[in-house]
């Protein structure tokens, strides 16, 4: 079996998975090796191909998912290790051997062996061989020094023992086995295994107005074999890629149909679909990676804790950044070497860019403001997010998180915090009365939210110190230009500037307003309110007679109810008065004393029938007047709407 071809090229993703590719020469039939998880990936991107020579890839082989001891066991060719004689020629019962024993052959066809009395008494285990003659002879089984099979099944169960013994031992490995025919002076073999995700770690040194920001990539070998020399990729982005299991076979569930009993049919026959002719296939044309710069140097004279401008001299970035559509590229140029289950780390860049230091203090937070360094993504590379440690100057500063940066984006880390400043911020709000509008038919009142911002900055710092404040934004309020404004906008944020002086404090108000809107019911509406709205000019002086007009029909109607509503109370005294009559009339006798006092209840109760009659007359003419109120005010009020409306 032909050596397989080494591993020469790696690209590890962000999303877990690695793409190897193999290149060397083959000649025949070689394996490689992979852990029962990768199996699936390995068959869904697995590729080989001939660069040069004279040779053609036939066909690739893998190992079954099941486990190979049981599939032993299933055959009846499972033997402990300890026990191979034994257990072997258990295997083989009835079928044709050749026994070397005591310098002579024996052969037959095997019946088993089993246990008998020796010449000293002890048990002996014999072979049990029935000759070509039908004798049965027996065969010291510690006597037996060779065994030749006669038949080609024997040699097959052996060979298959083997195999599947060899994959027992492998533990969770299996074996793909590539099929070549012919020789390939350099034969490649592509695919894509799961793999830990590549990660980046940063050493950002500010100088002055400059930062220098060394980036270096943090790998893992996924590959179950030392790799050396390989060329190394550190893709960004995220392709597509998904977990499909191709590895355990799938077997889809079919109906069962119980035939039914009747004449049966000649069988029908259909005809087969015609296959293509399947020639070599065509080589998949490989990833180029160009590399270029030269190996690192580390100097051994710089300081602990430094990360000043001596990096510059003593580290050469190893990776040039390469686009390749939505994905970026660290190509690292040196070939890299790492042992099986290793890890290492790896330069990716170095650059220079202008960066400034800022305080920045966020609404609602801590009173002490972030230290945090500000710069443009100049690098030339794509930054993946990831842990940075900050130097001012040669001194650690502290520790931040980058963000995933595109090139030229605004990049902001904060790494520390000012205890040397104080910042605060208090909210005032109140509601301000603005006008009254007819819109569509609906009388609409209009207020202004005003909430004024108040930001102090306290600083014992021996310099000024500028802190820049943020506050949250809400679209749906607006800023007061009169009061202090922005110099920056961010999607969440307003961005505000206070200067305080040496030992001092400095303080901004800022304005926020917006617009609110309230339905006025006519109910509501009384002559202090029109006495508002005529004063604050918010309506003309036509439309607030007419408004006053429609109120004066309205006192004259809620007057006239309280009319009624004593007629309709005088009524229910009168009644009462008529039932407490009737009932008296009912008990009293006509003659006697009872007669006299029977004759007042009589006249009682008669004035009290004139006196409903009037309060029914009364309360019936209310009503019709208060009717008559009403369709007029809602005939002025529905004029002076029209009139209005927008």
Not at 78 to 94: K, T, V
Not at 141 to 160: K, N, P, W, Y
Not at 620 to 625: K, N
């Amino acid at each position: 079996m032909s050596e397989q071809p080494r591993i020469r090229k790696m690209v590890l993703f962000k999303h877990g998975v690695a793409y190897l590719e193999r290149s060397g020469p083959a000649d025949g039939a070689f394996e490689l090796s992979f852990k029962r998880e990768e199996m699936s990936d390995v068959l869904k991107s697995l590729a080989a191909w001939v660069v040069r020579g004279d040779a053609q890839v036939n066909w690739v082989a893998f190992e079954k998912p099941e486990d190979p001891e049981q599939v032993l066991r299933d055959r009846n060719l499972g033997f402990a290790p300890g026990d191979a004689l034994s257990g072997l020629l258990g295997a083989l019962r009835g079928q044709k051997i050749t026994l070397s024993a005591g310098g002579t052959a024996k052969s037959g066809e095997l019946l088993g062996y089993q246990s008998v009395p020796g010449e000293s008494g002890a048990e002996e285990r014999v072979v049990v061989l029935r000759t070509a003659a039908g004798q049965l002879e027996l065969v010291q089984l510690r006597t037996i020094t060779g065994m030749e099979l006669l038949e080609e099944r024997s040699r097959s169960d052996v060979a298959f023992i083997l195999d599947r013994s060899r994959a027992a031992t492998s533990g969770e490995n299996r074996a793909v086995r590539i099929h070549v025919e012919g020789r390939a002076e350099e034969l490649r073999v592509s695919y894509v295994i799961p793999a830990p995700t590549w990660r980046v770690s940063y050493r950002v040194a500010l100088t002055g107005d400059e930062a220098a920001i060394m980036g270096w990539g943090i790998v893992h070998n996924p590959a179950a074999e030392d790799i050396e020399g390989v060329q190394l990729t550190l893709t960004t982005g995220q392709p597509v890629s998904f977990l499909i299991d191709l590895y355990n076979p799938k077997t889809v569930a079919r109906t069962v149909v119980e035939e039914q009993s009747r004449v049966a049919s000649a069988p029908k026959k259909f005809e087969k679909a015609r296959r293509a002719s399947m020639g070599p296939a065509a080589a998949p044309a490989p990833m180029m990676f160009a590399m270029a710069a030269a190996p690192m140097a580390m100097d051994s004279d710089t300081p602990a804790g430094g990360f000043g401008a001596s990096y510059e001299a003593s580290v050469t970035p190893q990776a040039e950044g390469v686009d390749r559509g939505e994905l970026f590229e660290y190509r690292i140029a040196a070939p890299v070497s790492i042992g099986r289950g290793g890890s290492a780390m790896v330069p990716l860049f170095l650059a220079k860019t202008p960066a400034k230091k800022e305080r920045i203090w966020r609404d609602g937070e801590p009173p002490n403001p972030d230290l945090v360094l500000t710069f443009d993504n100049d690098t030339g590379v794509v930054l993946e997010e990831g842990p940075a440690v900050i130097y001012d100057g040669d001194v650690y500063a502290g520790e931040s998180m980058v963000p995933y940066s595109a090139r030229k984006a605004k990049v902001r880390l904060g790494f520390a915090k000012d205890l040397s400043v104080h910042c605060t911020g208090r909210a005032q709000s109140r509601t301000v009365f603005t006008s009254v509008q007819i819109v569509r038919g609906v009388l609409v009142e209009e207020f202004r939210e005003e909430t004024d911002h108040v930001f102090r900055v306290e600083s014992d710092h021996q310099e000024p110190v500028d802190v820049v404040i943020e506050m949250p934004r809400d679209h749906t309020r607006t800023l007061n230009t009169a009061f202090a404004m922005p110099f920056e906008e961010t999607e969440g944020f307003h961005r505000f500037k206070i200067t305080a002086p040496p030992g001092g404090m400095g303080e901004i108000t800022v304005q926020a307003r917006w617009q609110r809107q309230a339905r006025v019911q006519w109910q509501q509406v009384d002559q202090g309110r029109l006495g508002r709205w005529l004063s604050e000019r918010f309506l003309d002086d036509g439309t607030i007679e007419k408004l006053r007009a429609v109120l004066a029909l309205q006192d004259q109607e809620r007057e006239l109810e309280r009319t009624l509503q004593s007629w309709r109370d005088h009524q229910t005294q009168v009644a009462t008065r008529i039932e407490r009559s009737r009932q008296q009339l009912g008990v009293l006798k006509d003659t006697g004393p009872e007669g006299e006092l029977r004759l007042r209840y009589v006249r009682d109760l008669e004035a009290a029938q004139n006196q409903m009659a009037e309060a029914d007359a009364a309360a019936e003419t209310l009503v019709r007047q208060i009717a008559e109120l009403q369709v007029d005010a809602r005939a002025q009020l529905a004029a002076v709407l029209r009139d209005g409306k927008e």
